[in-house]
């Protein structure tokens, strides 16, 4: 699919204990913003003055504008555009920036001060386990804050040994790196004014050690460990206003479908294990680290939270399922997509076929369950050029089962419903068609596809006239690797389907009726036909059947569905007849000026 | 919609605290009326209502309880306000489920109000006034009223006409309107230079008076047929406040933008096409849009007598005729193509509004054409060679600087200054051509693109990037 990012802007994690709100963790990190959102203002002289108007700062535009011409992208060949995001966001895997280099707790993120951020991300118990939303510039913060029930008994966990330490000695060693670490200038903000060091360690925390609170052990925002329990925790997402069109999240869902389920597992495991303490802890360490070696992967390399929280951002913010893993459980995040499927009925998805979106050997064995259930056979039976309603029939199962399972698939964005992939089809260049990934579809394309022209020659080609896919093969034994080329660029959305779309044409008006004028009437409305036009398709009937008497028979079906919404390619798994014999009922009603199509994209 | 406004001050002791609400009767905030129940609870939402100093001046909004609390905190600092600050925020209280399109609306007005409000406090005759007024209240005294005022107005005129007029002082008026949302609220529009602009709402002829010199001076050549460096050289305007006014208009839903329209374009159907086909009235507007006068029709122009007779003789121009010509775009052939296929049924049809109003309405796109150069890396080698000649100066620019800053009107007579070499040849042109011609054909610039910023025409392109000077130059339609 092609890369549409949603508006997503960032992740964020601030937990709250005794001495106050700390934000723990953000990716990606925009402390480097001003200087950017300047360049950005003065690249363009147009741009000059473009927010005057609007009476807010313009800033958020800027930013999420900024943001919007970026990608990111792990694990694929957008990576690039992911450094760019990264790079653009100030936050970058071992590079020496000073703006990422201080870490998440100073200076600015998103153009805001992140000890404000802080305050204001952490609200009071009120908010526990409601939708948490604020706007600040234009910019949404949504989340789910939760309040930590902090009676039960400290669990056992791996961080936690029970063995005593000694407090002194533990704090001397982190303090003595948190004195060459944390930045002078940070030593007179508020909360670490007069401590240069930690005084406890984590361990002495945990196991009981008092902390007073004060300022002495404050842990503050700017590289002073937490040592005292977790009183709630609230991951939030920003989320800007330039979305790309038909992308764009609301706070609404973001909260309802990614927010809330984190928050609610992260909580569960909380209960459980102290993980997201453990957690915040490991990432407040790591970000000493991430400051002495000017790397941010430290951060990544010890906390499972960052990185889960990282993957899921880069996943949700191009629209795709985030997968992560949580202390060992996986979870899966999506925000759904504004729905095609309620405008499928179920006769049309069974006319259609799915198109796997993922491998098909990796997909069954993502799956728990044994090989030979029934959403593995429907994979595996499973071809972008097999209808449905066949693969029904040759997996005799319900019609009920199978549109619950490919209702899942389409859920994980496992697959995509199509008209089924045909020889006699039309294709053509996508309106979306990633320009910007243009030259690393035509390596992939290549390499998977050695026998078949280079794509630079395939696409020119398919622009200069409307050729049926399989008259792009020249030797019918070529027509499977044909096939699954063309799968193949559908899935990368560089190819659609040309659709034909038809309406039923009626003879000459009677007297009396409107649109005297016309020779021919289109039937624009098939579902409600009026009198007359009930009466005249009648006749048509009449005559159809005098030569063929199927034909005659089927109409009434067929008008139904010539509509100029349904593409006529999905006609023959509707009706249930194969193709060859549609198209020449086809011919039939177009020779006899009964039918008008349509090319459409 | 609009359920309260209130004004929120920081007090120099007590912190945070609701100072003023409207109307004046209902329980907003838990205890604000001496009511134990409330909409909301005013500690659980101070850190928003007040927030940190770097947070004020601008919007801040917060959701709470099924409600969207909308504001603007204002931070002043000054040595005679106690803590050398002066906070506070005027706030609206909205349904939590306002569509998103309203809510910029309400965000400009909220931030109107809050620029009127610091205004009131910082500037001119009515400086200190808010200051003032929250003293009076402290110690007791009888209060101007001025922020009761405010408040009252606000909310009584903007639930009920949608816009409010509030006099504060002879000077001090304060005017909201809050606009009815757009479907599609544009944020800012992009404006190519190759972009053709169309006016979709007049502009009154009054208006002039009040737009800003650009905009009045490009309004007339913006036609639906010039690109924006057409209009700024019509106009004689600098292309990037061209730009810039158009973009003004296309965001305030005035115009809007097309592609450049020509014989060689290529269109093509979109699946809106079935519901321009279903609605009677469309096509009717379509059909009133599209129909000219045969006269005028410059295709028409080249047809003998009994060919123009023929013509007259098909076409009524009834809805069945606009649908099957629209049905019968490809999407691979130009224009040029199409026009000769349906030569008759065009007698009286304009065929560039005819493409128009399909992209107007949705049901019709241009398929752009992109270029990838297999042999790029040589042309700018050779385009060196031909970089030896170039004027000392633009002239052009170097008019529209002077123009610019001086206000003088007359084109410099004099011929641009040449260096002292040879004037290049014919081969050095074509280098010099080519060199910028490449940096287009990475996949990822438009023709139209090309044809504009190179001066040259779309055949020109493509004669030159079929030259072989490119290798196999791929032309992508998309």
Known sequence: MGYRHNGLLAVLLVTRSRPGPKLVFCYPLSSAAPDLVSRDQSSDYEDDGSNSDAGLSGQSDAITERSAAIAPKRGNPDHREDDDFVRQLGLGAGRSNDASARGPRHGLLLDLNSESLERVLAPGRWSDGKKFEIAVNGVTFVGHPVFVKNDRQPAKGPEREQRPRSPSADGQRVGNEAIGDVPAENESMEGSSNTPAILGSLDSTVSGDASLGTSATSSSSHGVFATERLDMFHVVFAVGSSGAKGAKVNANQIHEHVAKPLSTALEYLEIQDNYVSRESKKLLLSSQAEHRNHSSEAVYAKSELATALRDSFVSLRQNEVASVSLDHTALMLLIPESNTLSMLSEKDMFASAILLLDDRSSMLSSLSSDPSSPLSSLILASKPTKALSKIAASLTMSTTDILEMVRHLLHYRKARLIVPLHAGNVYTASPDLPLHRLEGLCVEWTHRFASLPGLLSLLPALGKSYTKWGEMAEDRSERDIWMEGLAWLIRKDVLVLVKTVGWARLPKQEHGEENQESEWTLITDPAHLSEAEEHRVDLMIEELGKTDVELGNRLPEILRLLDGEHALERFPACLGVKRAKFQTWMTVLKDRGWLRTAQVV | ?478
């Open chain 2, 1 to 478: 919609m609009l359920q309260a406004i209130f004004y929120a001050r920081f007090h120099p002791e007590r912190g945070p605290e609701l100072f003023s609400q409207w109307p004046p009767g209902l329980a907003l905030f838990r205890g604000s009326i001496e009511s134990s129940n409330g909409l909301l609870e005013f500690s659980e939402l101070s850190t928003f209502l007040v927030p940190p100093q770097d947070l004020t001046n601008r919007a801040l909004s917060v959701c709470v309880n099924g409600y969207r609390i909308l504001g603007f905190p204002i931070s002043l600092e000054g040595a005679h306000y106690p803590r050398n600050r002066f906070a506070f925020d005027v706030c609206v209280v909205l349904d939590e489920s306002l569509e998103e399109s309203w809510l910029k609306s309400w965000e400009a007005v909220v931030a109107k109000l809050a620029r009127f409000m610091r205004d009131l406090e910082a500037n001119g005759s009515t400086k200190g006034m808010l200051s003032r007024e929250e003293t009076i209240r402290d110690a007791g005294g009888e209060e101007t009223g001025v922020v009761n005022k405010v408040l009252k107005g606000v909310f009584e005129d903007l639930a009920e006409y949608g816009e409010c007029c509030v006099r504060v002082s002879k000077s001090r008026v304060l005017n909201l309107r809050l606009s009815a949302p757009t479907d599609d609220p544009v944020t800012t529009p992009k404006v190519q230079i190759w972009d053709v602009p169309l006016l979709v709402r007049s502009l009154q002829s009054f208006d002039y008076a009040t737009l800003d010199l650009v905009l009045a001076q490009i309004a007339p050549h913006v036609n639906g047929v010039s690109h924006v460096k057409k209009i700024a050289q019509l106009a004689d305007v600098h292309l990037p406040l061209a730009r810039k006014a158009i973009r003004t208009l296309v965001r305030s839903g005035h115009a809007m933008t097309l592609d450049i329209f020509h014989f060689q374009a290529v269109y093509q159907l979109t699946a809106d096409f079935a519901w321009f086909v279903g609605d009677a009235q469309m096509i009717d507007e379509c059909r009133g849009y599209i129909a000219i006068n045969p006269a005028d029709n410059i295709l028409a122009t080249s047809w003998d007598a009994a060919t123009r007779l023929r013509a007259s003789e098909i076409s009524p121009l009834t809805r069945t005729t606009v649908i099957e010509l629209y049905s019968a775009i490809d999407g691979t052939s130009p224009v040029a193509e199409f026009c000769i296929a349906h030569e008759m049924h065009l007698y009286n049809i304009d065929v560039r509004r005819l493409f128009t109003f399909g992209i107007i309405k949705g049901f019709v796109r241009r398929r752009q054409k992109y270029v990838v150069g297999s042999n790029t890396s040589n042309i700018t080698d050779r385009a060196s060679n031909a970089a030896r000649w170039k004027p000392e100066s633009d002239p052009n620019k170097a008019w529209r600087n002077a123009a610019f800053s001086s206000g003088w009107a007359t084109p410099p007579v004099h011929s641009p200054t040449m260096t002292k070499d040879p004037l290049p040849s014919g081969k050095q042109l074509r280098d010099d051509l080519d060199a910028k011609l490449a940096k287009y054909l990475d996949g990822q610039h438009c023709i139209d693109q090309m044809c504009v910023e190179l001066g040259m025409t779309e055949k020109a392109v493509l004669a030159r990037l079929n030259s072989g000077a490119f290798g196999d130059a791929a032309v992508l339609l998309r």
